[in-house]
């Protein structure tokens, strides 16, 4: 009868701890969630910011968590992925994105919630488009705006540069701007002084008009005529640009042939941020020469920034600032080795014949 009684209580017991070893060995139920916080209406071309919060929501870590952004065609996300890392129990952390409306039709974006061992969990973000869900269209600036035009002119036997830069639609720089690609909101310039002017341009007819001056600029023609002088387009060049060219500037002051004197200054630049510009270079570079060869005041290193200008930086310390732009070649192709305008100065490379 003892035993018999036994039995059970050993069986009951046994199962218990069965059980309480289940139950100990199993991980605590961990869920994560991902909220979105309401950003900006999305304006086209505009960065919009947007937040989602990530929590875990449980007794446990959670490890290897990671949120992906999925857009919709015409949308573009920065980051495309976020790696949160670990989180712990009950914490939070906030994640911001990017979007930008490249031209979306109907912008959607989705958040993909990843981590292993977990159910993947997606948040779609509600995205209006500024003026009450209308999609705005992105401004079509008029074709001649951002335009470099240049000329030559002498006065006795001296060679001068001027150009025409037109900042908006509405205004228009005159001479050579010293401070690279200038801006405009008001007339600076009088008479024939260089500085800002308002203008007015027909796309259709190509008919322009300076500051009561008229003139003409065909789409397409990459040529520019205001009063009696005609400008040839230049290509100021885009922000970290570099390239192999040389050129030369030549010049002469004074009354000839009886009393003057002639300049020549020579330029090499190479893709990979290096310069010279003296008299005598391009002979030197022909004779097989490098740049650390050359006097400290005659080479150095170069960068080209997002205003038009190129920064000459010497060897010696000397720094210079020029307004560049690039000349267009006989296929209306933009091509340093035709010829590079620095401030007043023009430099005829190799393609262009000039002096050959």
Known sequence: MIRSRLVPVILSTA?????FAASAGAAPHSALTVTVRKGDPLAVGKATRVKAVVA???RAAVTGIVLKA?????LKVKPATVKVGKLAAGKKRAVGFKVTDAGAARPKLTLILKAPGQ?????????????????????????IVGRYFWRTYQVLTTTYMTAYYFVDEHWAYRGVPKEGLPSCTSQTAN????????YTWNEA???LNVAGTTGEYKVGSHGLKVGEDSYSEALPPEAGTKFDASGSYINQFGICPLSCSFVTVDLQMSSGGEFARASGVTGFFG???SYGALPPEDHGTYSIDQKGRIVFTYAEGKVET???????????NADPDYGILLGESAYFGPHSEVGS
């Open 70 to 74: 999925r857009p919709s065609k015409g």
């Open 322 to 332: 020029d307004t560049i732009a690039v000349m267009l070649d006989d296929n209306e």
């Open 205 to 207: 007819t190509g008919e």
């Open 56 to 58: 875990v929501k449980g």
């Open 191 to 198: 008479g024939e002084e260089d500085g800002c002017l308002p």
């Open 119 to 143: 159910p993947v969990v997606r948040a779609g973000v509600k995205l209006a488009s500024a003026g009450g869900g209308k999609k705005e269209e992105a401004k079509k600036m008029p074709d």
């Open 287 to 289: 004779e097989g020469g």
């Open 15 to 19: 199962l218990a701890l069965l059980a």
